[in-house]
């Protein structure tokens, strides 16, 4: 059964550095979605992305995140000037297209997330 | 706030029980999903559940909806140890929401 896979599974980075977390969503997929799940906590919504832009994002998205799909298969969650407080599971999940008018009815598939450890 | 809430936090039961998880939200829905979370691993979806449905099974699965009362329920019947895990209702609007979870142990 097709997967969505992420890499790596776990990142340590230096606080105020740059860090890329990198996913490759089931191949038919066309809607991207990146979460954060603080330990302990909810499933936060962070963004999600269709035909090359974002389409939604949420209130914790913002300038210091940046999503990108650089080719075909990858999809990628940029951390800028990285703080304690960004230490969390980061999940990217994929979904087949949304019909119009209907609210998110597709299943999101989800990978196994990277653990991100700012130090 | 959208967010779906789960109660329990934490449930414990026996190997065969039923186990019932109840969901709830705040605004109108278009969709209610269902998710569990293994511990470290990511979210694995269950069933989906449309606001003009009112109950839907799948498997040892029966998720029922109430948009009057804006709240949901997951029974899991005949419950196994591999049924150990996190609950999560999903709703939607534009953004997906989940809720926080109900903690489930089977104990076998």
């Known amino acids: 059964e097709p997967e969505v896979t992420q890499t790596p599974s776990h990142q340590v980075t230096q606080m105020g550095q740059e860090v890329i977390l990198r996913c490759v969503p089931i191949?038919?997929?066309?809607?991207f979605y990146w979460y954060r799940q603080i330990l302990g906590q909810k499933v936060e919504f962070l963004v999600s992305f269709y035909n090359n832009e974002i389409s939604e994002k949420s209130e914790i998205f913002d300038d210091q995140f940046s999503v990108e799909r650089p080719d075909g298969s990858n999809f990628t969650l940029k951390i800028r000037s990285t703080k304690l407080e960004d230490s969390a599971m980061y999940f990217c999940?994929?979904?087949?297209?949304?019909?119009?008018?209907?609210?998110?009815?597709?299943?999101?598939?989800f990978g196994d997330g990277t653990r991100l450890s700012i130090l | 706030s959208q967010q779906g809430e789960e109660d329990p936090q934490a449930l414990s039961i026996q190997e065969g029980e039923n186990a019932t998880m109840n969901c709830s939200y705040k605004?109108?829905?278009?969709?209610l999903q269902w998710y569990r979370q293994n511990s470290g691993r990511g979210l694995v979806h269950l069933i989906l559940?449309?606001?003009?449905?009112r109950e839907k099974h799948s498997g040892r699965l029966r998720v029922t909806l109430d948009t009057s009362k804006k709240s949901s329920s997951l029974l899991i019947t005949a419950s196994r140890a591999a049924d150990t895990a996190s609950y999560f209702c999903?709703?939607?609007?534009?953004?997906?929401?989940f809720g926080t979870g109900t903690s489930l142990t089977v104990i076998p």
């Open positions: 605004t109108s829905i278009n969709n």
């Open positions: 999903a709703t939607d609007r534009n953004q997906f929401y």
């Open positions: 999940a994929s979904s087949e297209p949304i019909l119009p008018g209907q609210g998110n009815n597709q299943p999101q598939h």
């Open positions: 559940i449309r606001s003009n449905e």
């Open positions: 191949s038919n997929h066309l809607y």
